[in-house]
């Protein structure tokens, strides 16, 4: 079995071999070739041949050496030329976190992230899902169809036989042998359909990897928003996504509606900062989402600021709430029809509250309220020219 694993293995690496390997290299001495060790076999068969001396030459199987070969010290090889251990998919899925949010602080669970944006995530590739998606439907193909290469079909079928059998995937024909046990490799399909809660599929399924993918992330839940409703959520995921936006404005909706934008409340609930008092002056209330957006006195000049006059795309007339402000719902009917330029343009005032608080902390620069609302005006015509808007 482990010589078939180094089989598959050289097969993989079969491009790089030449540059690893010299075609005359004999064995793993460099520098030495076939022709060198088939002078040195002919040159002592002639000196015991001269000397009437006894020899017998054996030539030996070394494929055989592998046959009892510790798995341990197989991957141990497999790593020193450069195949990755079990630990590159963690060490790779971390660096990707690492670099999504620039440094270690996670402000939202990995599993969220994996979730389509649809459902409240951001579309993050889930690695163990994907590639334990393609071994296992690789697999189990290799077992249950019919295949051009019946030795691999039957090697297959015996080291997954009992599982096979056990899964009804297979008939019980006490006339073919199975392993009892699967091997090393093989247990982790058993374990893969245990997490992620596919052991009931069918075969159909579990034998291509985009349909388990597919059934995986169709349970997914919808990731809920504090104050609303259920199946207003959705509605949410849908507006932070809204093409109009740009990319800058979608993450900044999609934190807001996570609450997870660094106001001074959820540093300090992280221990980041000893206080979470709001940084304007003479405001001694908590710095939360909601309040830097909507309950500050800074944030309640700038809306009523943020007129028909300074925005004609925010209809006149039209009661601005703070689930409109934040996440876009409870939109009257009558100005439905022009909520595209209603929300960017209140993605734009809130990106603008950032930046002018940002500014405020990092540098002690007070920004008036109506500067507020020119840059978040030149924003939503950036936005329009970009093609974002209408």
């Not at 793993?28 to 001396?53: E, F, H, K, W």
């Not at 195949?83 to 963690?90: K, V």
């Not at 919808?222 to 507006?239: C, D, K, M, Y």
């Amino acid at each position: 079995m482990a010589a078939i694993m180094v089989v598959a293995s050289a097969q993989n690496t079969r491009l790089v071999q030449k540059g690893l390997i010299h075609p005359d290299q004999a064995c793993a001495v460099p520098g030495r070739r076939i022709t060198d060790s088939l002078v040195l076999i002919r040159d002592t068969i002639c000196y015991a041949r001269d000397r009437n001396i006894r020899l017998v030459v054996l030539n030996l199987d070394f494929e055989k050496a592998f046959d009892r070969l510790s798995h341990q010290y197989l991957f141990e090889v497999l790593r020193k030329v450069g195949l990755p251990d079990r630990r590159a998919i963690l060490n790779l899925e971390r660096a990707v976190f690492y670099f999504i949010w620039g440094s270690k602080w996670e402000r939202v669970r990995r599993e969220v992230l994996k979730k389509p944006k649809e459902k409240g995530g951001k579309g993050v590739p889930d690695l163990p899902l994907f590639l334990g998606a393609r071994f296992t439907a690789l697999h189990l193909a290799l077992a249950t169809s019919p295949s051009r290469n019946p030795k691999t079909t039957a090697f297959t079928r015996f080291w997954m036989g009992s599982f096979l059998r056990r899964k009804k995937f297979l008939p019980i024909d006490l006339r073919v042998p199975v392993s009892f046990n699967l091997p090393l490799f093989y247990a982790f399909i058993p374990t893969f359909l245990k997490r992620f809660n596919l052991e009931q599929e069918e075969l159909q399924v579990l034998t291509k990897h985009r349909l388990l993918i597919s059934c995986v992330q169709g349970r997914e839940p919808v990731s809920s928003v504090r104050g609303l409703a259920i199946g207003e959520p959705s509605q949410v995921w849908r507006n932070v996504n809204h093409p109009a936006l740009p990319n800058r404005l979608r993450d900044l909706s999609w934190m807001v509606a996570h609450e997870v934008l660094p106001v001074r409340s959820v540093m300090h609930s992280r221990g980041l900062l000893q206080s979470a008092t709001c940084p304007r002056p003479g405001c001694g209330a908590p710095e939360s989402v909601r309040h830097l957006l909507w309950e500050c006195s800074a944030a309640v000049d700038q809306w009523a600021i943020a007129g028909s006059l300074q925005f004609p795309y925010l209809p006149a007339g039209e009661v601005l709430t703070a689930q409109l402000m934040l996440y876009g719902v409870g939109l009257s009917p009558n100005s439905k029809k022009d909520f595209t330029r209603i929300w960017l343009t209140l993605a734009a005032t809130k990106d603008a509250t950032w930046t002018s608080r940002n500014l405020l902390v990092g540098r002690h620069m007070q920004i008036p309220p109506v500067a507020v609302i020119r840059m978040a005006a030149a924003t939503v015509r950036e936005a329009v020219a970009a093609g974002g808007g209408p």
